[in-house]
C-alpha cells in the first residue's frame, strides 16, 4: 500500500526528468569507471587529487599498527570517544589559521545542522546568500531563528537587509560560501566583513568546502587568500572534497568551542569519526602548505578551460576551478551531457530547482590530477559538441 505512493511519487520524479538512481564507480586516477565505460570523472571533489593518490596512502600506511589502526570511536566525543588525535587536529586546525581554536564534526553537512541551531534562536536573524548549500538551509530551518536571502554575492543588497533590520535583533549572523558550487564565483568575503565595522551586532559565518585546500598560500581557503581570516567569527569547512579525508570542522573562539561542544546535538548525539580517519586528515593537514604546486596547476588548467569556453561566447560567472558549462534549457544540458559522456567525459547536467530556471548547465569540476593534455582533449570535444548543437 505505502509502496505504491513511493512508486508513484518515483514515477512522478522520472517524468519530470529529476530521477536519481546511484550508478557504482570504481575509480583510477582521475577517471572514473561506469557501467564498463571508462571517463574522465568531471564531478569529483577531490580538487587536489589527494583521494586518488596510491603514493600517499602508500607513505600513511608505513606508519600504521594494529595498535593505532582504530576503526571506530565507539562513542560520542562527550564519553568516552575523545582519542588523543581529535584534540591534535584541532590543535593542528588553529595553529594553522592563527586562531584560538577549532571543532571538528562527523561530515560538512553535520557542521551546518549543528552549528546555526546552537548559535542562533529567536532572537537571531540570519541573512544568507540566495544560493548557500542545503546544509546550510536545513541548519537555518532547523535553528528555528527568522532568516531573509539576499541576491546571490550581491553586497549592496545584503547592506540594505542589514541597515533596514539592524536594531530588531539581539544579533545577526551573514551566512555565505566563499566559493559556490554551480557558478564557481567567489564571495567578496573583504566587503562582508567590512559590514561588522558599521553594525556591531552582526557576525559572519563562512563555508569554505569548496576552497579549504585549494585557495590560499598555505592552502586555507579563500579568507586566507583575502587575508581576512581574523574577521570571521566562524570559518567552516570540510575535509571530504580537496582533503581527500571526511568530516567538517569550525575555526573559531575558544568560548564558541565550548559553547559548541554543550550545545550542539550533532556534536553530542552521533560516534565520533574512527581514530584512524583523524590521523588520516591529521597527516595530510601536515602536508597541506607543500602542496602549492598542486594548487597552481589546478588554477592553471581551470583559466584554460575558462578562457577556451569564453572564447566560445558562453556566459561565465566563474573565475576557479568549478566550471559551469551554462546551456539554458535543460533538455541541451542532458543532451550535452550524453555526448560527452559517449566521448569519454563523465559529466552531469544540472537542472533547476538545482539552478535557477534558464541556467541549466553542466557543471566541471577540475582536480589537479588532470594534464594539460586531457584538458586540451575535453576542450576540443566541447567546442564539436557545442557546434552539433546549434546546428541543429
Ligand atoms: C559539500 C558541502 C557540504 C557538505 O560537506 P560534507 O563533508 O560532504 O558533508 C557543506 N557545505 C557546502 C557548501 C558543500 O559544498
Redesign the pocket.
Known sequence: MTDRYFQEELDRLESAGNYRRLMPAEHSGCDVVIGGRRMLDLSS?DYLGLAADIGLRKEFMAGLSPENFQMSSSSSRSLSGDFPVHEQVERQLAAMFGREAALVFN??????IGILPAIAGKDTLIVADKL??A??IDGIRLSGAPFCRFRHNNTEHLEAVLSREYGKYRQIIIVV?SVY?MDGDRADLERICRLKDIYDNVSVYV?E??AFGVMGEIGLGLAEELNCLADIDYICG????ALGS???FIVCSATVRKYLINRMRPFIFSTALPPLNWMWTSWLLDRLPAMKPLRSHLASVSAVLRDALVSYGLEMPSDTHIVPVITGESSRAVSLAGRLQDKGFFVLPVRPPTVPEGSSRLRLSLTANMSPDRIESLIKVLEDEMQLADKK
Do not use: P, R
Not at 561530515?107 to 551546518?112: D, E, Q, R, V
Not at 570540510?238 to 572534497?241: C, Q
Open positions: 571533489n561530515s560538512g553537512y553535520h557542521m551546518n548557500v548549500h546544509s546550510l560560501e558550487s563555508d568546502a569548496h570540510t575535509f571530504g572534497k571526511v568530516g567538517g
